[in-house]
């Protein structure tokens, strides 16, 4: 083989010179394709990060924007919702003065009605039980305005109480349900006679006489003659009749609960 290469080497220097030149043009024609081949891929790549960076771009603009709009939402809300508490918190305020004027016209309409006497209206501020013990209401008018102790405080034709103690401006009432309360009072069906004491949470009709008709579902009433509330004042309802040192005595049950009295009328007599 080395000889042949030896003894023929110029021709094969020839046939390679000639097989150059006809390979040449394959050789830049593939240069050329694979110049174009990378240039597309490059273009490609180009096309594909411009195109996911814009993708990006928008998504992230997107988010941006829904973000903003949460964000102007939630404020919004915010503003709504207060908004609301204040409408409501007003809403409130306006029932209860229609709910105190209400109560004010039904005392208006009962002083006008009820009594020849002068009467005062009056507002309740508050209890002392931690200061002089259970059954007492303070209440916002005192001598000057003329309040008195031993005034009859009542609701509309309910019973109260009556003046305790009297400062400038502001008074002590004595509720009915105090033990240390007195009151003559009567039978509303029966005209049976007796005094009406309190008892804490109810009162305690004492010293009816035995033959005096009186049963459970009896309305009791103020009788006016003992100087301490008006005539026919309403007291509670008897819920039972006992027996008592020969005598009887019944149980009452008040006709009003003094724990949700907020206006009260003062009989100045």
Known sequence: MRKFFSKN????????????????????????KETNYTTRLMLNVNHGSGAFANYVKDGVRHYWDH?????????????????????????????EIR??????????????????????GAKVIGSSPSVVGPGFLIIDKGSSSGIKK???????????????LVNEKTSMVMLMTNPSSVADAIVQRSRARGIVTGAGNHYVMKYIEQE????????????????VFPKNIVIGTVTKVEPHRGLQRAIIKPEIDVSRVEEVLIHLN
């Not at 009542?154 to 305790?164: C, D, K, P, S």
């Not at 005096?212 to 100087?227: F, P, Y």
């Open 99 to 120: 709910l105190e004027n209400e109560r004010l016209r039904s005392l208006l309409n009962y002083k006008r009605s009820s009594f020849k006497g002068e009467m005062m």
């Open 9 to 32: 080497q110029l021709f094969l220097s020839f046939i390679l010179i000639i097989a150059s030149i006809h390979l040449l043009p394959v050789a830049f024609d593939l240069a050329k």
């Open 212 to 227: 005096d008709d009186i049963v459970v579902g009896d309305k009791v009433i103020s009788s006016g003659k003992d100087n």
């Open 67 to 95: 973000y903003i709009d949460l964000v102007d939402t939630s404020v919004e809300n915010s503003r709504l919702k207060a908004q609301l508490q204040e409408m409501e918190a007003q809403n409130l305020m306006l029932t």
């Open 150 to 164: 031993g005034f009859p405080v009542l609701n509309n034709v309910r019973a109260i109480g009556t003046i305790h």
